[in-house]
């Protein structure tokens, strides 16, 4: 059924996602196989659009495939090592013709959509030369990218294409991997976001082994990965040394911890999915985050209509009480909510009532955001909170979520338990159980807050 609401929060979050990122620059690998399916058309409108809204697109054409059938065409024969095509003399004019024409079927796509696009030589490498006996021979690395004359392209209006070739200081050509290109690419020019396209599943929790708690979808789909979490996971799945998956996190960690924000790790395959993973904090891949993605804080009174849109639902489910826009102006030094790029989706108070004790109240989450544990970290943050102000307890009132709070460490207790204005004002009616949590010294529930 047709909801208007919910189309209208997404057209919110798509014009503050828009405004956020406008002069920002996106570097986007695309493997050639994506380049090659008929979705490549609304990919490069989408590209295109971000474009034109002033966000600065930079793309690296893949051409494992293309450089494959290239070299097959002619016999020319080149063995791979771990990954790693062994470039030969012999084989480098194919491997360049393979690349050049990669990136030339980017920019022909790009050019129907009435974009300037430009393939440039913008890259230097050095040979990659003998590692643990193997001898590369022209398979190179990544030795210096000129920004300079990169920047001057992206400020003519242009969109810079970068084939997976570089050249010496000398003008010697070496055939280098468009990943680690796209890679050190993002992190030269510090890019807001980096993005690997390729032919790939999602990255599920029943795929990879995984340490702690990540944000997953309903589905086991790895959502977001901290440096932390990526570095973890990167050392849990080093066996899969030839696994895709395994490959993309390991660059997007190395990417994360040189300065650029957020690498987005999608399956290039799907319709319009640049726009669903840049659009929407739920993404449709995995996102491997450097800087900090989601924050607890207090509120303000700008975010007030926010809080009260987001109680609605919960107070028509009969879990939350009616507050009114004044009373959450009235106790506002009391919340918190939890922001994810500028957009709130979740929120709780700690009301204070004397020296030794506090309640939990006024916990709602965003139903869309309720499975990445979001209230969870609330309570564990107003814990924290009182932990610090020295109060010993802490109660809630609930009428469907005991067994909830339990797992959080609370406890049934009784109307007795609160203090004596709290007892006054209880509402026999609602008849709302009453959950307590006895503060320690050191909490084993704020504990975790260092790893969040």
């Keep these: 059924m047709f909801n208007a609401i919910d189309h209208v929060e997404l057209i919110r979050e798509v014009f503050r996602y828009a405004q956020a990122f406008q002069g920002k620059t996106f570097v986007l690998q695309l493997d050639d196989a994506i380049v090659?399916?008929?979705?490549?058309?609304?990919?490069?409108?989408?590209?295109?659009?971000?474009?034109?809204?002033g966000i600065r697109i930079v793309l690296v054409a893949g051409a494992r495939q293309r450089i494959d059938e290239i070299l097959q065409r002619y016999n020319v024969d080149c063995e791979k090592h771990g990954g790693v095509r062994i470039s030969t003399p012999d084989a480098?004019?194919?491997?360049?013709?393979?690349?050049?024409?990669?990136?030339?079927?980017?920019?022909?796509?790009?050019?129907?959509?009435?974009?300037?696009?430009?393939?440039?030589?913008?890259?230097?490498a050095r040979s990659l030369g003998v590692v643990d006996g193997i001898d590369f021979q022209d398979a190179g690395t990544v030795d210096k990218i000129r920004v300079d004359l990169l920047r001057g392209v992206i400020e003519q209006g242009s969109i810079p294409i970068l084939p997976c070739i570089g050249w010496s200081g000398s003008g010697k050509p070496y055939n280098i991997s468009s990943r680690e290109l796209a890679t050190e690419l993002a992190t030269a020019l510090q890019a807001s976001k980096l993005f690997f396209l390729?032919?790939?599943?999602?990255?599920?929790?029943?795929?990879?082994?995984?340490?702690?708690?990540?944000?997953?979808?309903?589905?086991?789909r790895i959502s977001r990965l901290t440096?932390?979490?990526?570095?973890r996971f990167v050392d849990l799945n080093r066996d899969?040394?030839?696994?895709?998956?395994?490959?993309?996190?390991?660059?997007?960690?190395?990417?994360?911890?040189?300065?650029?924000?957020?690498?987005?790790?999608?399956?290039?395959?799907?319709e319009g999915?640049?726009?669903?993973?840049?659009?929407?904090?739920?993404g449709v891949g995995t996102m491997v985050h450097a800087n900090q993605y989601q924050s607890i804080r207090s509120m303000t009174r700008a975010d007030v209509p926010d809080v009260y849109r987001l109680m609605q639902p919960l107070v028509q489910r009969g879990l939350l009480v009616q507050r009114t826009e004044g009373d959450l102006h009235d106790s506002i030094d009391d919340y918190v909510v939890f922001e994810t790029d500028g957009m709130v989706h979740g929120c709780g108070a700690l009301h204070i009532y004397n020296e030794r004790q506090a309640e939990v109240a006024g916990l709602a989450?965003?139903?869309?955001?309720?499975?990445?544990?979001?209230?969870?970290?609330?309570?564990?943050?107003?814990?924290?909170?009182?932990?610090?102000?020295?109060?010993?307890?802490l109660f809630v009132l609930t009428t469907q979520a005991s067994d909830w709070f339990e797992q959080l460490g609370f406890r049934a207790g009784s109307v007795e338990d609160m203090p004596k204005s709290k007892r006054e004002r209880y509402d026999y009616a609602r008849n709302s159980r009453v959950m307590l949590y006895e503060i320690g010294e050191t909490d084993e529930a704020v504990s975790s807050l260092a790893s969040e």
């Design 227 to 231: 440096v932390e979490q990526a570095t």
């Design 365 to 393: 989450v965003d139903d869309n955001y309720e499975h990445f544990g979001i209230g969870q970290r609330i309570v564990r943050f107003l814990i924290e909170g009182a932990r610090r102000a020295g109060l010993r307890e």
């Design 92 to 124: 480098i004019p194919f491997i360049k013709m393979a690349a050049f024409d990669a990136a030339n079927r980017v920019m022909t796509s790009l050019s129907g959509q009435g974009v300037n696009a430009v393939i440039g030589n913008w890259v230097r």
């Design 36 to 53: 090659l399916r008929s979705t490549v058309v609304s990919l490069m409108r989408d590209l295109v659009l971000l474009h034109r809204t």
């Design 273 to 282: 999915v640049v726009l669903q993973e840049i659009f929407s904090n739920l």
């Design 198 to 220: 390729a032919e790939l599943d999602p990255l599920t929790t029943s795929r990879y082994q995984v340490a702690g708690d990540v944000d997953s979808t309903p589905g086991g």
């Design 240 to 270: 899969r040394e030839d696994d895709l998956g395994c490959e993309l996190v390991g660059r997007g960690l190395r990417a994360a911890r040189h300065g650029v924000e957020r690498v987005h790790i999608v399956d290039g395959r799907s």
